[in-house]
């Protein structure tokens, strides 16, 4: 257990739907990292924070994706109207210096 | 060509034996190098970092190449355990830190 924790672990929803990710870092890590990986391939990055802001967006973040980090604290990726191309593995990490430490993600599943 | 390359195997070898892998990065100004490891189902961990002097933790040997670009994972003694997929993860230094993972090398080590 690396001390980040994601919920759900597991989402089954129909194309069109939204889904609402959730990812509690480390408390005294500044920055937290979501990653998107599909099978066969390594984590993909979406998109970074340094405490409340936003400082990165990957291209693959397309308009349907929003990520939020308020307080600093936790943060929320939602997809909004899913297509089965998300379908996939949606990793957070939480980063000391340059060491990434991952939660255990979230398994999503667009039918 | 992709940023960080990897074989994705997978390499099959008996316990005992010492395995090697190879990752290659194609941007010359990466400043920060790593090997992750991931389990199946479950979220990459850190193995160990790799310093343009090398590095050595145990039965794992990390080297770089600058000149050529690439980095090296070598695993001696090789126990069951050690089945797992080895990410290569490459970023630069200063400014945003996007790391940028490979798609992993898969190592199954037979009794």
């Known amino acids: 257990d690396t001390g980040v924790s994601q919920d759900p672990r597991h989402k089954i929803t129909k194309r069109g739907q939204n889904v609402t990710f959730r990812c509690d870092p480390i408390?005294?890590?500044?920055?937290l990292y979501w990653y998107r990986q599909t099978l066969g391939q390594g984590p993909e990055f979406l998109t970074y924070?340094?405490?409340?802001?936003?400082?990165?967006k990957s291209r693959l973040l397309s308009d349907r994706f929003s990520a939020e980090r308020p307080k600093g604290s936790f943060s929320t990726l939602e997809i909004q109207r899913t297509e089965q191309g998300d379908s996939a593995m949606y990793l957070c990490?939480?980063?000391?210096?340059?060491?990434?430490?991952f939660g255990p993600g979230t398994r999503l599943l667009v039918l | 060509r992709k940023e960080v390359e990897q074989d994705p195997g997978p390499f099959n070898v008996p316990e005992g034996a010492t395995v090697a892998f190879n990752c290659t990065y194609s941007?010359?100004?990466?400043?920060?190098f790593f090997w992750y490891r991931q389990d199946c189902r479950k979220e990459p961990k850190l193995l160990m970092s790799?310093?343009?002097s090398g590095n050595e933790d145990g039965r794992f040997t990390a080297q770089l190449n600058r000149a050529s670009q690439y980095i090296s994972l070598l695993i001696r003694d090789s126990k069951l355990s050690d089945s797992a997929t080895y990410l290569c993860?490459?970023?630069?230094?200063?400014?945003?830190?996007?790391?940028?993972f490979g798609r992993g090398t898969s190592l199954i080590v037979h009794p």
């Open positions: 924070f340094q405490n409340e802001a936003q400082l990165e």
């Open positions: 408390s005294e890590h500044n920055r």
């Open positions: 790799v310093y343009s």
């Open positions: 993860v490459v970023s630069t230094s200063g400014g945003s830190y996007i790391p940028t």
């Open positions: 941007n010359s100004a990466s400043q920060s």
């Open positions: 990490a939480s980063i000391e210096g340059e060491t990434q430490y």
